[in-house]
Structures are given as structure tokens and as C-alpha cells.
């Protein structure tokens, strides 16, 4: 791996997206910048849409910028959130914009599941925690809601391999953003007919399954003209933000370690060389999704700063704009351990008027009300650092082992204070970094793709020598054990 290299990254977040180039060497991972963009869903005939023409305008703006730079581009990644999809005709033509998980049609999609094939046994062929999100209980609301869209479509694309589609005209459904949909059996990796035949959704639409690391094909000629490039490889790259995450986590120690990609939502979790999908993990509602290097994340999904996010938005349009750093300042500063949330309360998961939600569940649960922002905002990092350790000790359970370390990697990690409040929750040495793990997971398999390193192992040893991490050290156990105590005579346990 001695020459350098340089690859692209489109990495799709539910709040921005951003195209990074990154240069690859033995000794060094470099990344940078090249286009930065705002994203979020619109309200679209009364749903909540992804504007995926512009999300393609914006990504082609990115890519432009990239081969302006002169540079040998080697190959391109994509990665995005979770779960959505975009339907296509028989000609590839997008039908209409993708729906946002958070839409409304979605409510009840569970239950409504459920009475044609029971919950355990969707689990059992799955091993997928149900949210009300998830890709199958979205397709089966279009079936219900609204059949004569599914009549038309002829493909069902996740959102990174939509994009991948774009720009090299080849359809297909990379294992790790597949294995979020519930519609994956994690024992075969394949398509559930059981799942799917249960609940009458039409199996012809789904494209076949690739791996990390495939080839998807080459960027369109007349694409690479317009950008002024050449028709470099789209590599299928864990598409999937979370898999792409974990799988730069710079890890080089044996001790035992879980993950935590901190972002909007919190994915928390270990590694697995198989799929635990049995009673416990049912009843513990945990997740088996795939992951880069032939390894299943097991994990749980929290809200995650989704709260603190929808706090500030509404705080804005109050006419207050804060800006992350002082909200955290404001959390700081005040006092501890005085209200309990559960961070996973259905009412939080929609939009707007997050502070309300939050009073409304406090007096709901027989705690007062808050009317100071920085307040508010400790009493859910303190919830989250709660939920975390609450999650620590049921990976534990799972695993059959101590967890001496606590990875965290994302966005999230610029929060120092609730990096140090979930040391101090867990009792656990907390590892913050990098930031950009998303993207350096998604060059990584890149490079695998193209021969430049050899194993997973090995780029995340590379992640490590080329960017800093940060400790945490627990502090103040008693007072938390106290709270913890607190929390579960409020809002009980996972």
C-alpha cells in the first residue's frame, strides 16, 4: 500500500451531506472537505419527503468539485441513513420523491403487520428490533394506503444505492443498508419469503443482495463528461452510515469493546461473527444488521440528540438561535439529576415542538415541569448517558462478557459533556473519535475494493495512527448509581 490514492465519499446524513475526497497512503488517511450541504425532509402532499433532486444536485456539485481538483479519483462511495428507499417504473424512472422515515403513514404499521404474521415470528426470521420506521412496515403502508403506486413500481432502491443508481445506472441492494429493512432473513443474508409472502408484499421489486466491497459498476460516460471526470468505479461501500461507522472505529487493543455512533440517533452495540437473534435479544428488542467484513451488528437503537437537535429548532423559531456550544455551556452549568426521560417515548420521534413533548412527559410521569433551556438539555444527556449504561449492561448479558472499553465515533463526540456523563454512567473508559469515522469507514472499504489494503483490521489500524482519539475516565459512580435507581423507579428498564 505504498503509492497514494484518492477516493470519493458521499456521505448522507439526515441533517447535512457532504462529499469528501480522501487520500489513502501506508502510513496515512487524509480527508477533506468538498461540499457541504443542508438536509432534512419537506412536506410534500401532506408527507414528509426527501427532495431527492436536489439531494443529486448537490452530490454532482460535489463530484464536480472533485475532478476540478486535477487529482486521479480512484473510486467513489456512497452511505446514507437507514431504511428509506425510492420506487422506480420499468424504464428506471422515479416514481415520485422517497418518503421520510418519520412520516406519518407509518403509525400502526406494526400492529397491522403483526395480525398477519406474530411478532416473534417476524423477529425470528429478521432480528430486527421493530420501529415503526423500518423498511417493511413503510412498504407494507404503501401497499395499504396507497396500492396503485405499488402497481407501477417495478424496483424498490434503498437511498445510497438510488444514488449509486444515478450515477452508474445499476441496480442493487448493498447487505447492510438491506439488513435495516426487516425484510432480510439474517440467518441466509437473503430476502425473508417467510416475511414477505406473510404480508403479501411483492418480492419481485427487491433487487439482489451485493457485499461491501462489490464493484456496482462504472460512473455513467455521458455523467463523467458533465462533471468533467473520468468513469471511475461506484464501489458498494457499507451503504448503510451506522455500518460504514463501525467499521472505522480505530480499534487496536484485545480488550473486550462496544460502539457508539452518536449523532441524531445513538447506535450502540458490538460486533458479532453471527446473527443472535433468540428470546433474549426478542424480548430485549435488539438488532442484527449486517456489517462490513462479514460481521453482524448487534445493537439497539436510541433517539439519540434528535431531542437536543428539535429543542434548538424550536428554540429558533422562538427567536432565540443557540448555537451548540452554548446549549452545551448552559447543560453544564446546571444542576444535576434533577428530572428523568425515556429518550425512546413514541411522542418524541415526530418533529416540532420538542420542549412541549418533553414537559408533557415529565408531567406525565409525576416530574416538574422545566421552563430553563440548559436545564432541559442536561435532563436529556443525563437520560441518554442513563440509557446508555442500561445498554452497556445488556450487551454484557448478551455477550457473556465485561466491556472494558466504550468506542464513540460520529458527531456526537464534540459533545464533551455528555462524553463525560456517560463515562461517569457506564464506569466505563470512554474513547471518543474520530469524528468523520463514517466517512473514513466508507474509504476504507474502498480501498479494500481496490486491493490497496488487505483487511478490515488493518485499516482500522491505519484510522488509528492517522487521527487522535480522546479518553474519558468515569467519575462520581455513586451519584449515578443513585439516579440510575431514580430512573428506573420512573421509567423502569430497556
Known amino acids: 500500500m505504498s503509492e497514494s490514492r484518492h477516493y470519493v465519499a458521499v456521505d448522507l446524513g439526515a441533517e447535512s451531506g457532504r462529499v469528501m475526497l ?66 422506480l417504473d420499468a424504464s428506471g424512472t422515479l416514481l415520485e420523491n422517497p418518503y421520510h422515515y418519520r412520516d406519518s403513514r407509518n403509525n ?50 434503498f437511498m445510497p444505492n438510488l444514488i449509486m443508481y444515478e450515477l452508474c445506472g445499476e441496480i442493487q441492494a448493498e447487505y447492510t443498508i438491506a439488513s435495516t429493512s426487516q425484510m432480510v432473513d439474517m440467518n441466509t443474508g437473503q430476502w425473508s419469503a417467510a416475511v414477505l409472502d406473510a404480508l403479501g408484499l411483492p418480492k419481485q421489486i427487491l433487487p439482489p443482495i451485493v457485499h461491501p466491497g462489490t464493484i ?51 447506535l450502540m452495540g458490538i460486533e458479532s461473527p453471527t446473527s443472535v437473534i433468540n ?27 434528535w431531542l437536543v437537535q428539535e429543542c434548538k429548532r424550536h428554540w429558533a423559531s422562538e427567536g432565540e438561535d443557540l448555537d451548540y456550544s452554548q446549549i452545551t455551556k448552559m447543560a453544564s452549568e446546571a444542576k444535576p439529576f434533577t428530572a428523568v426521560l425515556n429518550t425512546d417515548y413514541a411522542d418524541f420521534m415526530a418533529p416540532k415542538q420538542m420542549p412541549q413533548k418533553i414537559n408533557q412527559f415529565l408531567k406525565a410521569t409525576g416530574q416538574a415541569e422545566i421552563t430553563d433551556k440548559g436545564q432541559m438539555v442536561r435532563v436529556i444527556l443525563e437520560s441518554l448517558a442513563h440509557k446508555y449504561t442500561e445498554v452497556i449492561k445488556s450487551l454484557e448479558i448478551l455477550s457473556g462478557k465485561p466491556i472494558d472499553v466504550l468506542h464513540i465515533v460520529g458527531g456526537g463526540i464534540q459533545n464533551d459533556l ?17 469524528i468523520e469515522a463514517t466517512v473514513m469507514g466508507n474509504i476504507l472499504v474502498q480501498a479494500l ?46
Not at 470 to 485: I, T
Request: charged fraction near 20%; proline fraction near 4%; aromatic fraction near 8%.
Open 22 to 87: 480522501a487520500t489513502c497512503t501506508q502510513e496515512n488517511l487524509a480527508i477533506e472537505e468538498l461540499h457541504r450541504f443542508p438536509n432534512g425532509p419537506m412536506e410534500q402532499d401532506g408527507s414528509l419527503r426527501w427532495d431527492f433532486p436536489r439531494l443529486m444536485s448537490e452530490i454532482k456539485t460535489g463530484l464536480k468539485k472533485a475532478f476540478a481538483l486535477g487529482k486521479p479519483i480512484t473510486s467513489i462511495g456512497v452511505d446514507t441513513w437507514g431504511v428509506d428507499f425510492g420506487l
Open 108 to 157: 400502526g404499521m406494526i400492529e397491522a403487520a403483526s395480525d398477519l404474521l406474530p411478532r416473534d415470528q417476524i423477529y425470528a426470521n429478521t432480528g430486527i428490533q421493530f420501529m415503526v420506521f423500518n423498511s417493511v412496515f413503510q412498504l407494507l403502508a404503501t401497499k395499504q394506503q396507497r396500492p396503485e403506486l405499488l402497481d407501477k413500481a417495478a424496483h424498490l432502491v
Open 216 to 266: 456496482a459498476g462504472c460512473l455513467k460516460e455521458d455523467l463523467a463528461r458533465e462533471l468533467g471526470g473520468q468513469s471511475v468505479p461506484i464501489v458498494s461501500v457499507g451503504t448503510h452510515d451506522t455500518a460504514s461507522a463501525v467499521a472505522a472505529v480505530p480499534v487496536t487493543h484485545d480488550q473486550s469493546w462496544a460502539y457508539l455512533s452518536s449523532g441524531t440517533w445513538s
Open 279 to 305: 428470546d433474549t435479544t426478542y424480548q430485549m428488542d435488539y438488532t442484527n444488521e449486517g456489517g462490513v467484513g462479514q460481521t453482524i451488528r448487534l445493537l439497539k437503537n436510541i433517539m439519540g440528540l
Open 418 to 434: 455528555l462524553n463525560q456523563l456517560t463515562a461517569n454512567a457506564t464506569g466505563k473508559r470512554v474513547v471518543t473519535g474520530p
Open 449 to 494: 475494493a481496490q486491493g490497496q489494503i488487505s483487511s478490515l483490521a488493518e485499516g482500522r489500524a491505519l484510522v488509528a495512527k492517522s487521527f487522535a482519539v480522546k479518553e474519558y475516565m468515569p467519575e462520581s459512580s455513586q451519584a449515578w448509581l443513585d439516579f440510575g435507581q431514580k430512573a428506573k423507579s420512573i421509567i423502569g428498564t430497556l
